[in-house]
């Protein structure tokens, strides 16, 4: 697990440095977080629910009950249809993960300032490198999933489940039910 976390830090620098010059002069700055309560889907893989878990695990005890409540009530949100801001975000609109954030959050940014009439603007370029880059993340993460942030490190507290992916072990059956039910999407069959 080391070394593939090790791995998907270098992915996630190539992507920085491929695309480095599409993004400059973009809008978002600290405390933008358009991206973070109204547009779209965090999306991640296993492999990055795994790190994110580690960086929960190092918060204080409090915060982590916090995040797992906030966690709960997306869940429900998102099976109701709803939109819910992502449980990271903190009221000064900072994101609590952000050195640890998943691609799916480093991969956008925008031209200019979002609205609800302004959504982001991305550059072809970016989106499509960022499009390699998420196929390069599953191919990492091979015996993982890929799904939405809540969902991903929902099943990642389930005991079974995380201790076969911790193994290695590649078991869809397990997860068969819920995975159908959230869009959860098996990555070696992706790409």
């Known amino acids: 697990m080391k070394e593939k ?15 480095r010059d599409q993004v400059k002069g ?23 629910g795994m790190a994110i878990r580690e960086v929960m695990d190092k918060l204080p005890k ?11 009530k997306e869940i429900k949100l998102r099976e109701a249809g709803k939109a819910a801001p992502c449980p ?7 994101c609590m993960i952000y ?4 691609f799916s959050c480093r991969r956008i940014y925008s031209a200019h300032v979002c609205s609800q009439d302004a959504p982001p603007a991305v550059s072809r370029r970016v989106m499509e490198r960022a499009a390699q880059t998420i196929a390069a993340l599953q191919k990492l ?7 939405h942030l809540s969902y991903i490190l929902y099943m990642l507290s389930v005991p079974a489940f995380l201790k ?4 290695g072990e590649f078991k869809p059956e397990e997860i068969m039910e819920f995975g159908k039910a959230h869009r959860i999407v098996i990555n070696r069959m992706m790409g």
């Open 5 to 19: 976390r090790a791995q998907l830090k270098e992915i996630y620098t190539a992507f920085d440095a491929d695309t």
């Open 26 to 48: 973009c809008a978002c700055t600290r405390g933008c977080s358009f991206c973070c309560s109204q547009a779209g889907s965090i999306d991640i893989t296993t492999l990055e």
């Open 62 to 72: 409090s915060r982590q009950k916090t995040l797992t409540k906030a966690f709960r």
């Open 88 to 94: 990271f975000l903190m009221k000064n609109n900072a």
């Open 99 to 102: 050195e640890d954030r998943p």
């Open 141 to 147: 993460d091979n015996t993982g999933y890929s799904g």
């Open 164 to 167: 076969t992916y911790t193994a």
